[in-house]
């Protein structure tokens, strides 16, 4: 009877086995995150309803994929990963298409591609898998390796331009670096420094604002970013629109929100990039301050199972992974309704899970996937 | 600073890490949620409002333009609809190029163009400005199949005003142009600013002008709810805007034509009052003008073909013109006399055929004089002498207090713009005219001529008239007015004009009776007997010639330059026993009163008492009442 059985097709077994790779709780809340995108994208792009189904649909493949890959092999990509994105960099410095004023896109025949979206992926693997070859024998002398491997990307994607990826990517890098035990002599003065710095150009912002009044190493139109975002009232139908818009939709969605498909901000075009990089200010005017903690209280959620699964990870490179992902979680949700509510500069950081993008959706499902991957595989290792 | 660590040791500070990690990034997405909490609940309101003005536009809605129609009925200034081609500079990269392409469309004068170019001058760059008007169908059909080669040009449906009668009255109507810098500012000083969003036309001149507020109407709006590039998505409330009143006038247009034609190519004013009602009648300066050409703005050439005309038809003579009265004078100074009993009726003078003054012969125009002139045969023979002598009798002060009281040198507060106060010559007077001392000082000959209607005396026909309506009526003055009443577009209410006595003149109405019945022997053995031959009703009249240059002694000749001439005047009421119409002519330059102003009169009074109409003139307008039938906003 029972082999008979053994044959025959038993779709909870194959349930079983399907789910077996996936966490749960991250499923959970990966899943309601992008429910909540779903609605928000009814209302505000139903016509890409489609699309973003199908964008799921690779994410989720993508993700199943990545929680089956066990860590080691994880381990053993980082180093060709990271060098193939390197060279990629290196490629679009040389070859690369320009568009709209920066250097971002590689054609490589089929396709172009972006090699600096592949690095905020590549980078923190590479130097989570190099402290754990040198788990045991750390010095101080590999930080300054890691911050070597960490800068070349940083400053080929920092000189297409491209601020917001470049600072994605180091933030990631740097992620590693301080789970692998930074020294806080170095974290502390940079922070405070770091802090100053930006307090200063709050409180000078007339003065080095004026035309004319350059900025080292930043281009004209990264100064424009940071002052229109200190004043945004200085260019109210250029640059300063978005933020302007923005801010309305989110004030005027008070604490319940206009309701769904209500937000006038929205559906009369005030808003910019309404699906992609400003969606949250749609979401906010719909759904108002309720709306907004809920989705950041799922990011919390998020990123809290990510340390969990991070605390409970049995090897330094499993660690150092899933804490680094789960601030680049953090700072992709951060950076994102920072700037869409007018304290943080624009850059352009999608809001994860939520901003329509494919290649954004894949990468961060990828994340979470290796997070699933170091929750499933941590008790294989033994410590 | 990193020292070799037992595993144990490790897990510990990466777990001390993550919850730091922990805590910075709960203290960031608590630093979001403040930020989420001043804009959604601290400064709800005003992003609420942020919103609101953002996605809801108000439109106006221009009101239609009320209509003037004179006493009768005849539509003097109505609307009708029709397509305007507009340029919007700022937005057209070449514009010469572009309205070169469009006259391959649509027929653009080298007159279009020009004007095109003052209103730019006038206006900021981003105004949409006509660049032509009353597109035919044809046109309108060419323009929109080539309307993508366009961008900065538009088609617009607008209503124009339009004066049916031409030039016909076009000093009492005036005209509307577009709203210029001045407009808008004193626009922006008055608490209509919100009335004129979307109003582009305003009264420049005449009734057009001073009526403004009535015929303009009240804007209404239409709530849009727009996008951020100002399209409209869609309607929300519309408040429909209220169309301005109708003006209905005091004016009998068939009169004003009967005028201005037996002015022929003649200048001059007229002006005619109803006495007892101040309603004007009819108010005449010719030349005329069309005020059609002003609506959207008068091509150059035009202006200044009307500017620099020696005719000066842009100047409205009955209003603003001052002339010395003349003989016209007369009857008035005759009444100061009596009236400060400086002269009885009965009071004759022995006429020499001049006044002598310190030596100075004041010459009568009849050599020899008149012989013994009492105060009847002074006005109907226009005894001079007689009125050198009352006027140095009265001396000045007294001259300019009585006569005065008749509202001759004061503005008689007609519902027009353009009023002229005229001279009323008074040591006073001369005082505030002179800068230099000596010439400040009053001589006592100028007194003389000033009997006599000359000197500086000088006072617009309106003026005149007024007087002769006063007389008319018994002493009693009404304020001269050019509208009967305002029609409501809205229901038809009408709110009358009423007459509005300003004062009654302390005077005998026996001393009136003494000037009544010598004004009518003017008409009847007097110096108007020729005009008024025949005329089965009884008029008073009072012929009047003024000079325009001092002859020295020289024998007037038509070989002087018909500019120097004398002008030509006569006032007159009618039925003399009970007046229904009051009136002053000048011609100017005519030579004698009796011989060019008093047929004029005689024509006027015809009409309006016995409805005879001379040769020539229709007793209907042909077509009149087609032409409004297609009135827009009616």
């Given at each position: 009877m029972l082999p008979v059985t053994s044959f025959r097709f038993d779709p909870r077994k194959w349930l079983a086995r399907f789910v077996a790779p996936l966490d749960g709780p991250l499923c959970l809340i990966v899943a309601a995150i992008l429910g909540f995108a779903t609605v928000v994208m009814v209302s505000a792009s139903p016509e890409r309803l489609g699309t973003l189904a199908l964008n799921v649909c690779v994410a989720f493949a993508v993700m199943w994929v990545a929680a089956w890959i066990p860590p080691q092999r994880m381990m053993s990509i980082a180093l060709p990963l990271y060098v193939l994105g390197v060279l990629l960099l290196v490629g679009v410095a040389l070859f690369g298409d320009v568009s709209k004023g920066a250097r971002r896109w590689l054609n490589i025949g089929v396709a172009r591609i972006q090699p600096s979206e592949l690095m905020k992926i590549a980078m923190p693997l590479m130097l989570a898998w190099y402290f754990q070859c040198r788990e045991g024998v750390l010095r101080v002398r590999d930080f300054l390796v890691a911050g070597a491997l960490l800068i070349v990307p940083v400053g080929l994607i920092a000189k297409q331009p491209d601020l917001g990826t470049a600072v994605l990517v180091a933030a990631a890098g740097f992620y590693v670096l301080f789970f692998a035990g930074l020294t806080w002599r170095l974290i502390l003065p940079v922070a405070v420094v770091g802090v100053v710095g930006i307090a200063s150009i709050v409180a000078m912002g007339d003065t080095i604002c004026q035309p004319g009044v350059e900025w080292p190493g930043m281009r004209e139109y990264q100064k424009h970013r940071v002052c229109t975002l200190l004043d945004p009232t200085s260019d109210p139908l250029g640059k300063g629109f978005h933020i302007i818009q923005s801010t309305i939709a989110i004030g005027s969605g008070g604490v319940f929100g206009k309701g769904w498909g209500s937000g006038t901000q929205t559906h009369l075009d005030f808003l910019p990039e309404r699906h992609t990089d400003f969606i949250f200010a749609v979401l906010t005017e719909e759904f108002g301050l309720v709306g907004a903690l809920f989705l950041v209280i799922l990011y919390i959620l998020l990123i809290f199972r990510g340390f969990f699964i991070a605390a409970g990870a049995p090897t330094l490179f499993s660690r150092l992974l899933a804490g680094a992902l789960a601030l680049i979680f953090f700072t992709y949700a951060f950076?994102?309704?920072?700037?869409?509510?007018?304290?943080?500069?624009?850059?352009?950081?999608?809001?994860?899970?939520?901003?329509?993008?494919?290649?954004?959706?894949?990468?961060?499902?990828?994340?979470?996937?290796?997070?699933?991957?170091?929750?499933?595989?941590?008790?294989?290792?033994?410590? | 600073m990193t020292g070799i660590r037992t595993p144990e040791q490790e897990l510990a500070r990466f777990r001390t890490r993550l919850a730091v990690a922990g805590l910075v990034s709960l203290l960031c997405f608590g630093l979001l949620a403040m930020r989420f909490f001043y804009l959604q609940v601290v400064r709800f309101d005003y992003y609420s409002t942020r919103a609101e003005d953002n996605r809801i536009s108000l439109v106006p809605i221009v009101p239609n333009r009320g209509l003037i129609m004179d006493r009768n009925g005849t539509v003097l200034a109505r609307n009708f609809s029709a397509y305007t081609l507009e340029i919007t500079p700022s937005r057209v990269a070449d514009l010469e190029g572009t309205i070169e392409a469009l006259s391959q469309l649509v027929d653009i004068q080298p007159k279009d163009r020009r004007r095109l170019k003052k209103l730019m001058d006038e206006s900021k760059s981003f105004e949409s400005l006509p660049i032509r008007n009353r597109l035919s169908d044809e046109e309108v059909a060419r323009f929109i199949a080539q309307r993508y080669r366009f961008p900065g040009v538009e088609l617009k449906a607008r209503l124009f005003r339009d004066y049916p009668m031409g030039s016909f009255g076009s000093h009492i109507i005036g005209y509307i142009g577009r709203i210029n810098d001045r407009d808008l500012e004193r626009i922006e000083d008055s608490d209509d600013a919100a009335n004129y969003r979307g109003t582009d036309h305003i009264g420049k001149a005449g009734l057009e002008k001073s009526y403004e507020r009535e015929l303009h109407g009240t804007t209404g709006f239409e709530e849009v709810e727009v996008?951020?590039?100002?399209?409209?998505?869609?309607?929300?409330?519309?408040?429909?805007?209220?169309?301005?009143?109708?003006?209905?006038?005091?004016?009998?247009?068939?009169?004003?034509?009967?005028?201005?034609?037996?002015?022929?190519?003649?200048?001059?004013?007229?002006?005619?009052?109803?006495?007892?009602?101040?309603?004007?009648?009819?108010?005449?300066?010719?030349?005329?003008?069309?005020?059609?050409?002003?609506?959207?703005?008068?091509?150059?050439?035009?202006?200044?073909?009307?500017?620099?005309?020696?005719?000066?038809?842009?100047?409205?003579?009955?209003?603003?013109?001052?002339?010395?009265?003349?003989?016209?004078?007369?009857?008035?100074?005759?009444?100061a006399a009596l009236m400060s009993g400086k002269r009885t009726p009965g009071q004759a003078i022995s006429d020499p055929g001049y006044f002598d003054f310190g030596g100075h012969h004041f010459r009568d125009d009849k050599a020899g004089g008149h012989g013994t002139v009492d105060m009847y045969r002074s006005i109907v023979h226009s005894c001079d002498t007689y009125y050198y002598r009352l006027a140095n009798d009265m001396g000045i002060d007294l001259i300019a207090q009585t006569i005065g009281e008749f509202g001759f040198g004061s503005r008689t507060g007609i519902d027009i713009e353009g009023e002229s106060v005229g001279v009323l010559p008074s040591p006073e007077w001369k005082k505030r005219r002179f800068k230099k001392p000596e010439q400040q000082k009053w001589y006592g000959g100028e007194t003389i001529s000033i009997g006599i209607g000359q000197g500086y005396n000088a006072y617009t026909m309106l003026q005149l008239a007024h007087a002769t309506?006063?007389?008319?009526?018994?002493?009693?003055?009404?304020?001269?007015?050019?509208?009967?009443?305002?029609?409501?577009?809205?229901?038809?209410?009408?709110?009358?004009?009423?007459p509005e006595p300003l004062k009654t003149i302390r005077i005998k109405p026996e001393h009136i009776e003494t000037i009544r019945r010598a004004m009518i022997g003017v008409n009847k053995e007097g110096t108007g007997t020729r005009a008024f031959a025949g005329a089965p009703y009884l008029a008073a009249g009072k012929t009047g010639t003024a000079q325009v240059f001092s002859l020295k002694g020289a024998k007037y000749s038509s070989r002087i330059a018909e500019r120097l001439r004398d002008h030509a005047l006569f006032i007159a009421f009618a039925p003399a026993d009970k007046p229904t119409i009051a009136l002053a002519v000048l011609v100017e330059n005519g030579g004698f009163g009796a011989e060019s102003a008093a047929p004029i009169a005689r024509q006027v009074l015809d009409y309006y008492l016995l409805g005879k109409l001379p040769a020539g003139i229709a007793p209907e307008y042909p077509g009149a009442e087609g032409l409004t039938g297609d009135v827009a906003g009616d």
């Amino acid at each position: 009877m029972l082999p008979v059985t053994s044959f025959r097709f038993d779709p909870r077994k194959w349930l079983a086995r399907f789910v077996a790779p996936l966490d749960g709780p991250l499923c959970l809340i990966v899943a309601a995150i992008l429910g909540f995108a779903t609605v928000v994208m009814v209302s505000a792009s139903p016509e890409r309803l489609g699309t973003l189904a199908l964008n799921v649909c690779v994410a989720f493949a993508v993700m199943w994929v990545a929680a089956w890959i066990p860590p080691q092999r994880m381990m053993s990509i980082a180093l060709p990963l990271y060098v193939l994105g390197v060279l990629l960099l290196v490629g679009v410095a040389l070859f690369g298409d320009v568009s709209k004023g920066a250097r971002r896109w590689l054609n490589i025949g089929v396709a172009r591609i972006q090699p600096s979206e592949l690095m905020k992926i590549a980078m923190p693997l590479m130097l989570a898998w190099y402290f754990q070859c040198r788990e045991g024998v750390l010095r101080v002398r590999d930080f300054l390796v890691a911050g070597a491997l960490l800068i070349v990307p940083v400053g080929l994607i920092a000189k297409q331009p491209d601020l917001g990826t470049a600072v994605l990517v180091a933030a990631a890098g740097f992620y590693v670096l301080f789970f692998a035990g930074l020294t806080w002599r170095l974290i502390l003065p940079v922070a405070v420094v770091g802090v100053v710095g930006i307090a200063s150009i709050v409180a000078m912002g007339d003065t080095i604002c004026q035309p004319g009044v350059e900025w080292p190493g930043m281009r004209e139109y990264q100064k424009h970013r940071v002052c229109t975002l200190l004043d945004p009232t200085s260019d109210p139908l250029g640059k300063g629109f978005h933020i302007i818009q923005s801010t309305i939709a989110i004030g005027s969605g008070g604490v319940f929100g206009k309701g769904w498909g209500s937000g006038t901000q929205t559906h009369l075009d005030f808003l910019p990039e309404r699906h992609t990089d400003f969606i949250f200010a749609v979401l906010t005017e719909e759904f108002g301050l309720v709306g907004a903690l809920f989705l950041v209280i799922l990011y919390i959620l998020l990123i809290f199972r990510g340390f969990f699964i991070a605390a409970g990870a049995p090897t330094l490179f499993s660690r150092l992974l899933a804490g680094a992902l789960a601030l680049i979680f953090f700072t992709y949700a951060f950076v994102n309704m920072g700037m869409v509510s007018g304290i943080l500069p624009v850059v352009g950081v999608p809001l994860p899970f939520v901003s329509y993008g494919g290649t954004a959706l894949v990468t961060l499902c990828l994340g979470v996937g290796m997070l699933m991957s170091i929750q499933r595989h941590r008790r294989r290792v033994g410590t | 600073m990193t020292g070799i660590r037992t595993p144990e040791q490790e897990l510990a500070r990466f777990r001390t890490r993550l919850a730091v990690a922990g805590l910075v990034s709960l203290l960031c997405f608590g630093l979001l949620a403040m930020r989420f909490f001043y804009l959604q609940v601290v400064r709800f309101d005003y992003y609420s409002t942020r919103a609101e003005d953002n996605r809801i536009s108000l439109v106006p809605i221009v009101p239609n333009r009320g209509l003037i129609m004179d006493r009768n009925g005849t539509v003097l200034a109505r609307n009708f609809s029709a397509y305007t081609l507009e340029i919007t500079p700022s937005r057209v990269a070449d514009l010469e190029g572009t309205i070169e392409a469009l006259s391959q469309l649509v027929d653009i004068q080298p007159k279009d163009r020009r004007r095109l170019k003052k209103l730019m001058d006038e206006s900021k760059s981003f105004e949409s400005l006509p660049i032509r008007n009353r597109l035919s169908d044809e046109e309108v059909a060419r323009f929109i199949a080539q309307r993508y080669r366009f961008p900065g040009v538009e088609l617009k449906a607008r209503l124009f005003r339009d004066y049916p009668m031409g030039s016909f009255g076009s000093h009492i109507i005036g005209y509307i142009g577009r709203i210029n810098d001045r407009d808008l500012e004193r626009i922006e000083d008055s608490d209509d600013a919100a009335n004129y969003r979307g109003t582009d036309h305003i009264g420049k001149a005449g009734l057009e002008k001073s009526y403004e507020r009535e015929l303009h109407g009240t804007t209404g709006f239409e709530e849009v709810e727009v996008d951020s590039g100002g399209r409209a998505v869609r309607s929300l409330r519309r408040i429909p805007a209220t169309p301005g009143n109708n003006l209905i006038l005091t004016v009998d247009l068939k009169l004003q034509e009967v005028v201005e034609k037996a002015f022929g190519s003649r200048r001059g004013a007229l002006v005619a009052i109803e006495p007892g009602t101040g309603g004007v009648l009819a108010l005449v300066s010719v030349p005329t003008f069309d005020p059609n050409l002003f609506v959207d703005g008068i091509a150059p050439q035009d202006w200044d073909e009307l500017n620099n005309s020696p005719d000066h038809p842009m100047v409205n003579r009955a209003l603003n013109g001052a002339y010395p009265p003349g003989s016209t004078f007369k009857p008035f100074m005759a009444l100061a006399a009596l009236m400060s009993g400086k002269r009885t009726p009965g009071q004759a003078i022995s006429d020499p055929g001049y006044f002598d003054f310190g030596g100075h012969h004041f010459r009568d125009d009849k050599a020899g004089g008149h012989g013994t002139v009492d105060m009847y045969r002074s006005i109907v023979h226009s005894c001079d002498t007689y009125y050198y002598r009352l006027a140095n009798d009265m001396g000045i002060d007294l001259i300019a207090q009585t006569i005065g009281e008749f509202g001759f040198g004061s503005r008689t507060g007609i519902d027009i713009e353009g009023e002229s106060v005229g001279v009323l010559p008074s040591p006073e007077w001369k005082k505030r005219r002179f800068k230099k001392p000596e010439q400040q000082k009053w001589y006592g000959g100028e007194t003389i001529s000033i009997g006599i209607g000359q000197g500086y005396n000088a006072y617009t026909m309106l003026q005149l008239a007024h007087a002769t309506a006063t007389v008319a009526a018994g002493g009693v003055m009404y304020k001269p007015h050019l509208v009967k009443y305002i029609e409501s577009a809205r229901d038809g209410s009408r709110r009358m004009i009423e007459p509005e006595p300003l004062k009654t003149i302390r005077i005998k109405p026996e001393h009136i009776e003494t000037i009544r019945r010598a004004m009518i022997g003017v008409n009847k053995e007097g110096t108007g007997t020729r005009a008024f031959a025949g005329a089965p009703y009884l008029a008073a009249g009072k012929t009047g010639t003024a000079q325009v240059f001092s002859l020295k002694g020289a024998k007037y000749s038509s070989r002087i330059a018909e500019r120097l001439r004398d002008h030509a005047l006569f006032i007159a009421f009618a039925p003399a026993d009970k007046p229904t119409i009051a009136l002053a002519v000048l011609v100017e330059n005519g030579g004698f009163g009796a011989e060019s102003a008093a047929p004029i009169a005689r024509q006027v009074l015809d009409y309006y008492l016995l409805g005879k109409l001379p040769a020539g003139i229709a007793p209907e307008y042909p077509g009149a009442e087609g032409l409004t039938g297609d009135v827009a906003g009616d």
